[in-house]
């Protein structure tokens, strides 16, 4: 399975709350990836999160940041990571670290709050001799505590283990000394998220003492680092999830995402609502017509996938110069806005496709690759090697010139008859490049390796010059020979019977003689006395 693949489940199984299953399948999915993804690691992290594996937790979001380091979210991660570990001044770190390079970042402020609050709440909440009792005192003040968390659905199944109901009587008689007690056992800190009111499970960084990076796990559908198609990292609230479909560009390239993201502001909603018109019309092939409803949603929100859409829209109707200066647009407009580099590297990919088209091919790989290295995608991938390819043929085919593959023909041959077989060697592989097609070249070379004593590659070029010319009696001739010299006698005979019936049918056995002597001997050899030597 691919990466993708095993992540999809990853997220189907965090979900579903079965955080142990998610890991695995993270954990797959980053053993399959080509290169280090930081979302992987991201999610990881919040699904070791959830299972209280802290620990785990803060040395995949710290992988992530290394991979990306301009990531907020994943700043986030390693704060909500620290917060489990009761690491408040680490965790109010990585959260201004967030705010730094996303100051509209949400989770992150929410974070930085809870942070700052428990510091202020632990600074307030001192007994004598200046240790803090964290407000346990308070917390802790109900003589029906046992019982009141025996009843209660979210304790009832903790108070079973008489370790942990001692331990709670003994927070309640020394709330000082509990303090401790608490930070070492996070079923203590679940029992006084259900005394305040607060699930540490949810998804807001108010009950996020134990499990706060479990707050900015994925969803399937709802978290943005699966959505291609967002200008942004911004959370998205699993109540207005999007859904996409997507078509194709005609010639395989990105697609175009139909979504209903977050609605951010009217402007947004209006904008989206041209944009899936817009879409609407790009199915139809009306171009012209798409064009302008993305123009229009980009009028009313500078949302860059816009402009994306409208590139592809330009590329369809052929107008490869204006694909892309909208894509350079939307690059340009994308990295101030810090927009999901998925976004970029489908603008740079368009790029590489719209030169393609127009022939420029060293363009076109040069913005292939700076996609890759953006967003590392199959298509784009396979467009990269097959234009890389093109190259090379393109230039092989305006290197050959059938009088200069003569001269070389003849070049090697002088050298060949004088005895200096390494120039001989060059000769006839400089004829091969002006002539490839000319079975003379790989068999001349042939020669000329064989009495090099380079029989293996003497015997690819044989094959070489029978494929392109499956009657040419000599190449097989020169193979059979370099097969015996290698003790290669099945082969050997193989091939010149091969060869014995060609020239009967297209030579009339003008070279059965030399055939019939190299068969004879191949047979001799094969059969001699030393070769039966294993019956003594």
Not at 419 to 424: F, Q, V, Y
Not at 457 to 481: H, Q
Not at 521 to 533: E, G, I, M
Request: aromatic share 8%.
């Amino acid at each position: 399975m691919s990466a993708d693949e095993y992540k999809s489940q990853g997220n189907a199984a965090f979900a579903a709350k079965d955080y142990a299953a998610a890991v695995e399948f993270f954990s797959k999915a980053i053993d399959a990836s080509a290169e280090p993804n930081h979302v992987l690691f991201s999610n990881r992290s919040a699904a070791y999160a959830s299972l209280k594996k802290f620990n785990d937790a803060l040395s995949d979001a710290q992988k992530t940041v290394e991979i990306n380091p301009t990531w907020a979210k994943g700043h986030s991660r390693v704060a909500a990571a620290y917060f489990g570990l009761n690491d408040l001044d680490g965790a109010e770190t990585a959260y201004n670290k967030a705010l730094e390079l996303d100051p509209a970042n949400k989770m992150a402020k929410e974070g930085l709050e809870s942070v700052q609050s428990l510091k202020e709440a632990r600074a307030a909440a001192s007994g004598p001799g200046g240790m803090p009792d964290m407000g346990l005192g308070k917390i802790f003040n109900d003589p029906n505590l046992i019982e009141r968390l025996k009843k209660d659905p979210k304790t009832a199944d903790l108070m079973k283990d008489p370790a942990l109901v001692a331990k709670v009587q003994d927070i309640a008689r020394n709330p000082q000394a509990g303090a401790q007690l608490l930070l070492s056992d996070p079923r203590l800190m679940q029992i006084m998220g259900a005394l305040l009111g607060i699930d540490l499970n949810d998804n807001s960084p108010a009950g996020a003492a134990a499990n706060a990076a479990a707050s900015e796990a994925p969803a399937p559908s709802s978290a943005p680092e699966a959505n291609e198609t967002k200008a942004s990292d911004k959370p998205t609230p699993s109540t207005s999830a999007p859904t996409s479909t997507t078509t194709k560009d005609a010639d395989g390239d990105v697609p175009i995402t139909d979504e209903t993201p977050e609605v951010e502001d009217k402007g947004k909603a209006l904008a989206d609502e041209a944009k899936a018109e817009g879409n609407k019309l790009y199915k139809q092939r009306k171009f012209d017509e798409a064009i302008a409803k993305y123009n229009e949603a980009w009028e009313l929100y500078k949302d860059v996938t816009y402009l994306n859409n409208r590139a592809a829209a330009e590329y369809e109707k052929g107008d490869y110069e204006q694909t892309i200066k909208t894509c350079q647009e939307a690059i340009e407009k994308g990295r101030e806005v810090r927009a999901d580099y998925k976004v970029i590297a489908k603008s740079l990919a368009r790029i590489g496709s719209a030169y393609l088209k127009m022939e420029k091919y060293e363009e076109a790989v040069k913005n292939f690759e700076k996609s890759l290295t953006e967003h590392r995608t199959p298509d784009v991938l396979t467009k990269l090697r097959t234009t890389q390819k093109t190259i090379k043929d393109r230039e092989a085919q305006s290197y050959v010139d059938p009088e200069k593959a003569e001269e070389a023909r003849l070049e090697g041959k002088e050298h060949f008859t004088k005895g200096d077989w390494p120039k001989a060697v060059a000769a006839y592989t400089e004829m091969i490049k002006r002539a490839p097609e000319d079975a003379r070249g790989y068999s001349n070379r042939a020669a000329a390796l064989a009495k090099l004593m380079s029989f293996p590659d003497a015997i690819k070029d044989c094959d070489m010059a029978i494929k392109k010319d499956p009657n040419f009696i000599r190449a097989y001739i020169r193979k059979a020979t370099a097969e015996i010299a290698v003790k290669d006698y099945a082969n050997a005979i193989k091939t010149l019977e091969e060869a014995k019936e060609k020239d009967e049918k297209v030579n009339k056995g003008s070279s059965v003689r030399e055939i019939d002597g190299l068969l004879y001997k191949a047979y001799s050899q094969r059969f001699s006395a030393s070769n039966l030597s294993w019956w003594y």
